[in-house]
């Protein structure tokens, strides 16, 4: 099963490697999913992480790496997520059908505000922004796994494919996110099998 695929340029800042730096990430983490990106400011993170605005700089360089640092561990997160959750011995098709049970599960108990990824690029408005990268990056290694999955369950025109179950993927989380739709997940697995014949 293929699960290589886009990756944000691999900048030092995104993985912490000091204790202040982890801590600092950790409440950015916590407060920008939950309070939004543009509505938290450098006095509060240095106050929840404990640490002083001289050291998130010392550490990020600016709010806009740090912004990028949280959306990468929060990606990280989620490929891990649901590739623990997609079994390599099943058929492709299977698989498919997995990544919305996966999802199903990830809007349920992780993602109470939708989906970090849609959430900062509605607030960052800069294309230029680290931040943007990464979300790209996240989309693009979907659209890539769905396509891979696709063409190895012998589906006609994979990389179409591979948009189609993307959209799917997306609108469900929306739809639960903004609009309440509880099974919006089951919902878009249902329609991908009846698409592909899964």
């Known amino acids: 099963m293929a699960l290589a695929g ?3 340029a691999a900048l030092p800042q995104y ?3 000091t204790p202040a730096g982890r801590r600092v990430l950790d409440a ?3 407060l920008f999913y939950d309070r939004g990106i543009n509505s938290v400011g450098m006095d509060l993170l240095a106050e929840e992480a404990g640490v002083t605005k001289k050291t998130i700089y010392d550490r990020f ?4 790496i740090l912004v990028a640092a949280y959306l990468y561990r ?7 997520w649901l590739t623990g959750r997609l079994d390599p011995d099943a058929p492709a098709g299977e698989r498919i059908l997995a990544t919305y049970d996966a999802l199903d599960e990830w809007l349920h108990h992780e993602n109470p505000r939708g989906c970090a990824m849609v959430n900062a690029t509605v607030e960052i408005t800069d294309p230029d922004h ?3 990268a990464v979300v790209r990056s996240q989309k ?3 659209r890539e796994l769905y396509a891979d999955m696709a ?3 012998g589906l006609d025109e994979p990389d179409a494919a591979g948009g189609t179950l993307l959209i799917l993927g997306e609108g469900a989380t929306t739809a639960f996110s903004s609009a309440g739709v509880e099974e919006a997940a089951r919902l878009a697995r249902d329609t991908a099998a009846r698409l592909y014949g899964l």
């Open 6 to 8: 886009s990756e944000p």
């Open 130 to 132: 680290p931040g943007r």
């Open 74 to 80: 929060r990606d990280r997160y989620w490929r891990e």
């Open 15 to 17: 993985t912490p490697t």
């Open 61 to 64: 360089g600016s709010k806009e």
């Open 151 to 153: 063409r190895e369950a």
């Open 140 to 142: 693009q290694w979907m």
């Open 28 to 30: 950015a983490s916590r």
